[in-house]
């Protein structure tokens, strides 16, 4: 289903569509790469991609969808999932909030009272559900969450070794902010080994196709629509889609749930997925970001994607 941009013959109205927007954002300079983890500074800014999947398995793409690239934050709402199904809900709920912060994505602060983080999208509450994963369960801990990640991608992930040791090397805060759970009981061990493990998780590698894919199996109540295996319970999937809706975008939530009207998760890898929920997924990769950690050309495309595909939810 792909073409190569700037193709005069789309194969469909939908790519079409993808062209147009791959055109008009093309040339966008505004945005920088993170470089806070040292070796994501050395992504290629012009790098740029956009695909849908639908439910039933079809998908189209334009551009760099099968460069590889680092989750990062996309992971926190997958592995949120994973946490659900290993602890139940009522634990979950007790340890993790589920109210937008309005703070930055690695901020230093605890709801008052519980001290417990306010969701699971914002560092402190990835790092706490990382922390809360089955210690008893078969295989190691990113064994385990390799291989559910790998569920929504329909194909083996593995991990950027590089990228995971220069945050390893360089994640200070999100060591204070493990230590603070540690600190207030939400995490009950030393938080070192959860720390390594959502690290890791971060640096698994993806592309834009596999995050349309990922989104395409939260739309389709956790199926994957290619390999119809499951990749996550579809009560989890509930809960994944309402966090992802308030809290996904971090301090930009409102103003996208305001606009573009869709469940969605971005990363500092620059990649950004987003759910129709019973319809598609989409995902978009070009590694500048705006001053909230979301790609400047993801959040435009997917607020052109769902005017012009009119795929506001309400
Ligand atoms: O913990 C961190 O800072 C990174 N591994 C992930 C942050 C991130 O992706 C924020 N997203 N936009």
């Known amino acids: 289903m792909s073409t190569a941009p700037g193709s005069p013959h789309p194969a469909s109205p939908v790519e079409a569509v993808l062209h147009a927007l791959f055109e008009r954002h093309r040339s966008t300079l505004e945005g920088q790469v993170a470089d806070y983890i040292p070796e994501l500074s050395n992504a290629d800014p ?32 997958l592995v949120y999932g994973l946490a659900l199904q290993d602890r139940g809900e009522e634990e979950i709920l007790r340890r993790i909030g589920v109210e937008p ?47 559910f990640l790998s569920g929504f991608a329909g194909r083996a992930l593995d991990i950027d070794e590089a990228v995971y040791r220069s945050e390893s090397e360089t994640g200070h805060r999100n060591r204070a902010i493990g230590w603070m759970l540690r600190n207030v009981g939400i995490l009950d061990e030393d938080p070192t080994d959860t720390l390594e493990t959502y690290f890791r998780q971060c640096a698994v590698r993806v592309t834009c196709r596999d995050l349309a894919l990922m989104a395409a199996t939260l739309a389709n109540h956790g199926l994957h629509p290619v390999t119809g295996q499951v990749a996550v319970q579809p009560g989890a999937v509930r809960n994944i889609l309402s966090v992802m809706s308030t809290c996904g975008m971090y301090d930009a939530s409102g103003e996208w749930i305001y606009r573009v009207g869709l469940p969605a998760k971005s990363g500092v890898g620059g990649g950004v997925m987003a759910v129709l929920p019973g319809q598609l997924g989409i995902g978009v990769f070009s590694p500048p970001l705006d001053a909230q950690g979301n790609s ?13 595909l009119s795929l506001h939810l309400f």
Do not use: W
């Not at 639908?54 to 969808?65: A, F, I, P, Q, S």
């Not at 400047?296 to 012009?308: K, M, N, P």
């Open 46 to 77: 012009r790098a740029f991609g956009i695909c849908i999947a639908t439910r039933d398995g079809h998908v189209y793409e334009v551009g760099d969808t099968r460069q590889p690239f680092t989750i990062q934050s996309i992971s926190k709402a």
């Open 296 to 308: 400047v050309r993801g959040v435009r495309v997917c607020t052109d994607l769902s005017r012009e």
């Open 101 to 147: 912060s309005g703070d930055a994505f690695n901020a230093i602060s605890l709801r008052p009272g519980s001290g417990a983080p306010f969701n699971p999208m914002i560092n402190a509450g990835a790092i706490a559900a990382c922390g809360l994963l089955d210690k008893d369960a078969a295989g190691s801990r990113i064994a385990r969450v390799l291989e």
